[in-house]
């Protein structure tokens, strides 16, 4: 069975495009780049949450098949959500611990008014 093409996505701005593009998310931009330092505990705990998120994910995929109950799917839709919630806050936890931690100390303040609007964008855009 041939595989389905995905989807294309095209990333705009919210700022710089008004109306129907209004809303849909910003490219990334540091693609490639690698965090400073990881807290090995908070990426087996985020390892272990993703996987548990991918069997929660496969079974919704059933639930949609099975013609379950609406509210059913939407409560566990829900709990995916909060899930990966957890994982955003660990990896802003390590975020904040490390990388912009170093950034902010390195003393160039070029660098360390780019990690504050970095941090801010990400709680803004991604952690509500």
């Given at each position: 069975m041939a595989r389905a093409e995905s989807p294309r996505f095209?990333?705009?701005?919210?700022?710089?495009?008004?109306?129907k593009?209004?809303?849909?998310?910003?490219?990334?931009?540091?693609k490639g780049r690698k965090a400073?330092?990881?807290?090995?505990?908070?990426?087996n705990a985020n390892r272990h949450r993703l996987r548990r998120?991918?069997?929660?994910?496969?079974?919704?995929q059933r639930?949609?098949?099975?013609d379950r109950y609406c509210p059913e799917i939407i409560a566990q839709i829900a709990s995916v959500?909060?899930?990966?919630r957890s994982v955003a806050r660990g990896l802003m936890?390590?975020?904040?611990?490390?990388?912009a931690t170093q950034a902010?100390?390195?003393g160039n303040p070029r660098e360390a008014e780019a990690a504050y609007e970095e941090l801010l964008e990400l709680i803004y855009r991604h952690l509500r």
């Amino acid at each position: 069975m041939a595989r389905a093409e995905s989807p294309r996505f095209h990333w705009h701005s919210r700022s710089s495009h008004a109306g129907k593009n209004a809303g849909v998310m910003a490219p990334p931009r540091h693609k490639g780049r690698k965090a400073a330092a990881v807290d090995s505990q908070i990426k087996n705990a985020n390892r272990h949450r993703l996987r548990r998120i991918e069997g929660q994910i496969r079974g919704l995929q059933r639930m949609v098949e099975e013609d379950r109950y609406c509210p059913e799917i939407i409560a566990q839709i829900a709990s995916v959500q909060e899930a990966l919630r957890s994982v955003a806050r660990g990896l802003m936890k390590n975020h904040l611990r490390h990388c912009a931690t170093q950034a902010l100390r390195k003393g160039n303040p070029r660098e360390a008014e780019a990690a504050y609007e970095e941090l801010l964008e990400l709680i803004y855009r991604h952690l509500r």
